[in-house]
Each structure stands twice: as C-alpha cells, then as structure tokens.
C-alpha cells in the first residue's frame, strides 16, 4: 500500500478550467509538501504546508492541508497551459522524502 | 537563487559498466540525498548523507551502489556494475534541515542513465 494517494493520476482538461487533487493518507505528518515536475527536469517545490487547516495560495494554485494533517488537496483556478505537470505530493520521513505517485496534469489551449 | 547542479545531464552506459554521477549541492546546506525515478514511475528515495556519512538507505541501495564526498562541494553517486534496470533519472538533492526553510529538500535537474 502507498502511503500517500494521489487522485486523479490523470487530468486533461481545457484552458480556462478549475481542477483539484488531492493527496491523502492515514497517517498524520508535521508537514507536507507539493511539488511540480516537468519532464525531464527535477520536482521543484511549490509550498509546503504545515499547520492542520492551513490554507496557502500562490497565484492561481490554492493548498490545504487537512485539518487532522492526513491529507491535502490543491486547486487550480483558470488552468493555463503552462500549467501542465507532474504534481506530486510529499512528506517527510526521519529527513527524507516520500513521494506520492503524482497527478498527470494536461492543460489544452 | 541558489541551485543544485548534477552532471552528466544523460549518459549511456553499457550494461556492467561502472558509472559516476556527480553532484554539487547548494553551498550551506549539510545533508544530501539521492533519488531516482525510473521513466513513468514515482520518485523513490535512495540514500541521504551527512556529516560524511550515509544516515539512511531505502533497500534499492545494494552494495553496488555508494556515495562519496570527495571534497567540500562534490557529492557523487557510483555504480559499480551497472544492470539494465539501473536506467532512470537520478536526482540529487540537497537541504539545510532548518525550522526558517520548513526542511525544504531542493532538486537537481537530473542525471538521466540508460544502461544498454
């Protein structure tokens, strides 16, 4: 079993539209952590989230963090393409990090 | 803004070969991480290291996988006797571990191996 989920594991969508997806899991974290991977290149970090209820924006992108710190979504208003990525969910474990498998995310124009 | 840089950016190797990834993470930060994400697969952590030692390895961490910090800003990743399951992106990535960065964990762009 994975110990994050990440659902969808594919989104295509047009230009213009709303998304979320979420991350989820049994066990609590002190944190968690979003990252964006385009192919070819590293997962750069997007935010990290820390306190159960939070609620973080960068620009379009919208995080929560579940109040009993088990889960997380993040929601994007007005896809663009440029927006389309990997997006991964992540926490930290005695230092290292354990990704979920990531949500596949298509922007058409 | 600071950043981890990784050489080579993609190297072929033949099955068997020994290869070397190399690495320089960001300049103050202390603990260094390999990871590795094998096409269409998530990313999976392989080692960290700190205070010039290994302080943690997942299980594909076998004997034919090491690190070494041969000097103040290198941190390498060597495979001995590459397989063909060896072909992946590998990231190295870096971190301060500090409460101010959250244990912000930056990435490099990846070394991509295909082992033929």
């Known amino acids: 079993t994975q110990l994050l989920e990440q659902s969808p594991q594919f989104l295509s969508i047009q230009e213009g539209e709303n998304l979320t997806v979420y991350c989820n899991s049994s066990?609590?974290?002190?944190?968690l952590q979003w990252y964006r991977q385009e192919p070819g290149e590293g997962p750069v970090l997007l935010v990290t989230v820390v306190t159960g209820g939070e609620v973080k924006k960068l620009k379009r992108l919208t995080f929560q963090f579940g109040d009993a710190r088990k889960d997380s979504s993040l929601h994007i208003t007005a896809a663009q393409p440029g927006d389309t990525g990997l997006y991964l969910c992540?926490?930290?474990?005695?230092?290292?990090?354990?990704f979920g498998q990531g949500t596949t995310l298509q922007v058409k124009p | 803004e600071p950043e981890v840089t990784q050489t080579p950016s993609h190297q072929v190797t033949q099955m068997g070969q020994e290869v070397i990834l190399r690495c320089v993470p960001i300049?103050?930060?202390?603990?260094f991480y390999w990871y590795r994400q094998i096409l269409g697969q998530k990313v999976e952590f392989l080692v960290s290291?700190?205070?010039?030692?290994?302080?943690?390895k997942s299980e594909i961490f076998d004997d034919q996988f090491s690190v070494e910090r041969p000097d103040g800003s290198n941190f390498t990743l060597k495979i001995r006797s590459t397989k063909l399951e060896d072909s992946a992106m590998y990231f190295c990535?870096?971190?301060?571990?500090?409460?101010?960065?959250?244990?912000?964990?930056?990435f490099g762009e990846g070394s991509w191996l295909t082992v033929v």
């Open positions: 066990s609590v974290f002190s944190s």
């Open positions: 290291f700190y205070n010039n030692e290994i302080s943690e």
């Open positions: 990535a870096s971190s301060d571990r500090s409460r101010s960065s959250g244990n912000t964990i930056y």
């Open positions: 992540a926490v930290s474990n005695t230092g290292k990090l354990i």
């Open positions: 300049s103050n930060h202390l603990y």
